[in-house]
């Protein structure tokens, strides 16, 4: 007895010993994380406003030489404390938190001090000055009377901004010149807007706003000048090189292959998608011919009320169906026209969420420009859209249960590091999951012929991997990236525009655009994997459920926390 006695002491102590180190360790992870959220937000201050952090409203990024080697320096200080952690004595969530940094630090250096955008890129600076006062402007966090001091703050920032921006800029590629040259005036124009409309509104203040916001128009035509003065470099210069896009695919997307496999798998899906489109397509019947017919009053205010009309029609689907659970404090998803200086990178319809860290939970779901004054060939088209429902399919991307609703959830988790993540693969993988999900659960049953669409919504992102891949390691250039999207999905000349618009941004964001169907199949095999561990105990409620709430993370990282 007194040697079980003995045995039982030494195990109670033995494992509370474990859970001390693992509190401890966790502890002190936790702290670090601080650290490194923090250094994240002031050194990407747009960045975190987009996120929903304002402590830095009144900044931009310093891009100068002196100041990206501190930050360099910094980053991988955070590294070799991040190695030093003994796991073990981690608990899952705090190894997958723990993984999570490491691959955030070691993106952040890699994009500053090796693919070097700043350096090449004018429509980095181009954007970071609309998104630094758009956002504050858009997001209701706090009373706008409020938000007007970082308003002017970040105004007053961006001359010495642009200026950096002047120093560093050299051997820009042709595509993203012409584009910076076609867009300034359209930034030009949104400053002038917009203190205009705040000078107006704060009378009070009407002197400090205009000051600021001509000594940063005044930067802007500066910056212009500057663009217009530039000799274009290289044509393929946009690449950043196999070594580059392969340490992207590791460190921010946690693949386990290279450029040539990614390479692979999505001429693969190009092949398997084409011939499966073909075989449908031959074998449906032809559309009829929606009547010619005109309506009077269709208006902008219309097609926004039907496009608020659809996003509520599918939330209800979701809810009966039971298809996964929407909080109740989910935030409303407001449908509003591109606006004008988003409209030469954004071809159609897009999403603007809310921040994580915002108390407003307000999304913005952007639609095509819609004019007051449309043509009768705009109104009918309009009208026949309605009337067939084919928008059921952005909605479903774009909203329900698509980024709307999953940044939403992931926006309500407690901790920082969840809510910092920001997951291409797994964010666009789910609305792209979500596409077929909703045909397979009966959404489109008035439109037989709506996976027909989705199959091409599926060659359409297949086709993105192999340009993503061409493009940044050299294999194609932009026109060619632009004709081989043309002949593989078959697009009339007409819409060559749309496209061009579309590979330059492609040129711009090197893995983002791969990133949707290699998401949808990660969390198809999930899925897959999931239903055979659980054989009749698996339920899709409880499956999206869970995959959800791990917020917007890496999906092999998810996997990892499911099937452990």
Known sequence: MRLLWSVCIALFFLFNAGALAQ?????????????????????????????????????????????????????RNFLVQLHKYNRSNLSEDTRINHKLLVSNCEEA?????????????????????????????????????????????????????????????????????????????????????VTAELSTQFTARASEIRAAGQKASAALRSFETFLNEQTPGKSGSFSIGREHFEH???????????????????????????????????????????????????????????????????????????????????????????????????????????????????????????????TSEEKESYYNQIRSRTFRGSVVHEAYPGHHLQLQIASQLSSDIRKWQMSNM?????????????????????NPDQYLKILRGVLFRAARIVVDVKLQTGQFTYEQAVDYMMKTLDIPDMYRDYIKKEVRRYTMDPTQPMSYLIGKMAIMEIKHEMMTKEGASFSLRSFHDRLLSEGAIPPSLIRRKMLR
């Open 23 to 75: 509190s401890k360790a966790e502890k002190n992870l936790n702290k670090l994380a601080d650290e490194i959220l923090d250094n994240l937000q002031e050194y990407w201050p747009v960045n975190a406003t987009y996120l929903g952090v304002h402590k830095y409203d009144k900044s931009f990024t310093d891009y100068s030489s002196k100041a990206v080697s501190k930050q360099k320096k910094k980053l």
């Open 109 to 193: 250096v890699l994009r500053l001090w090796g693919i070097r955008h700043q350096d090449s890129n004018p429509n980095l600076y181009i954007h970071e000055a609309i998104d630094g006062i758009y956002l504050i402007l858009i997001r209701d966090y706090i009373p706008l009377a409020d938000r007007l001091d970082n308003i002017i703050g970040r105004m007053n920032a961006l001359p010495k901004y642009l200026s950096q921006g002047q120093k560093n800029l050299k051997e820009i590629p042709p595509v993203w010149l012409d584009y910076s040259r076609d867009n300034i005036s359209n930034v030009i124009d949104f400053y002038t807007t």
């Open 248 to 374: 992207l695919l590791k460190s921010a997307h946690l693949l386990n292959y290279g450029a040539d496999s990614l390479l692979r798998i999505g001429e693969k899906a190009v092949t398997k998608t084409l011939a499966e489109y073909t075989e449908l397509k031959n074998s449906l019947e032809d559309e009829p011919e929606l009547p010619f017919f005109t309506p009077e009053s269709i208006t902008k205010s219309d097609i926004l009320e039907y496009y608020s009309w659809e996003i509520d029609e599918v939330r209800k689907f979701i809810i009966e169906k039971e298809l996964l659970t929407i909080p109740d404090d989910i935030g409303d998803c407001i449908p509003i026209e591109t606006p004008v200086f988003l409209q030469g990178v954004i071809s159609g319809i897009a999403y603007q969420p809310a921040g994580p860290f915002d108390n407003a939970k307000t999304g913005y779901f952007y639609t095509s420009p819609i004019s007051d004054s449309m």
């Open 426 to 446: 797994f964010i666009e993988g789910w609305a792209l999951y979500c596409e077929q999900h909703m045909y397979e659960q009966g959404l489109y049953s008035d």
